[in-house]
């Protein structure tokens, strides 16, 4: 199989595979964390429900959200690096997209942040419709990573 030519050789399939699955549940922790914050700021500011949600948003964070961001990031670039993918104008427009997709989830843990100490900038309501974002960009990525257009 050409794909398997490069430095990564032999493990380029257990590399794609491991990438896919980062990817996977960095996103599947981008769709869920602005929920988490939605119910964090419906409960009553000071009582024992916001300090577990604060600790939930907090170890969500910790183990899933940062953790499979940069493992998906590591992954897929070395993907890209076996590929050669960086001179290819469909990788470029990933790229640029992960890259707003990264500033996102940054945000989302800022305004975890934030909101641990009490200061709430969006309602609730507003922060279920931003959980619904990153769908349509997720569908995009996967077409450029599957289909390769502008090439």
């Known amino acids: 199989m050409d794909s398997m030519v490069g430095w990564l ?18 996103m599947g922790g981008i769709l869920t964390m602005p929920r988490l914050l939605a119910y964090h700021q419906e409960s009553e500011p000071g009582s024992r429900e ?3 949600w604060v600790e939930r948003e907090k170890g969500f964070i910790k183990f899933v959200l940062d953790p499979m961001m940069y493992l998906a990031w590591l ?7 076996n590929l050669g993918a960086w001179t290819q104008t469909w990788f470029l427009v ?9 500033w996102f989830h940054g945000w989302l ?7 641990a100490k009490g200061i709430v900038g969006i309602t ?8 619904e974002i ?5 569908i995009v990525i996967i077409g450029l990573a599957l289909m390769k257009p502008f090439s």
């Open 9 to 26: 050789g032999e493990y380029y399939l257990w590399v794609k595979t491991a990438h896919i699955a980062a990817v996977m549940f960095w």
């Open 50 to 52: 916001e300090a577990a």
């Open 75 to 81: 992954l897929g670039l070395a993907l890209a690096a």
């Open 94 to 102: 990933k790229v640029v997209i992960l890259l707003l997709m990264s």
């Open 109 to 115: 843990n800022g305004y975890s942040r934030r909101l």
């Open 124 to 131: 609730a309501q507003k922060m279920r419709i931003i959980s």
């Open 134 to 138: 990153p769908t349509p960009v997720v």
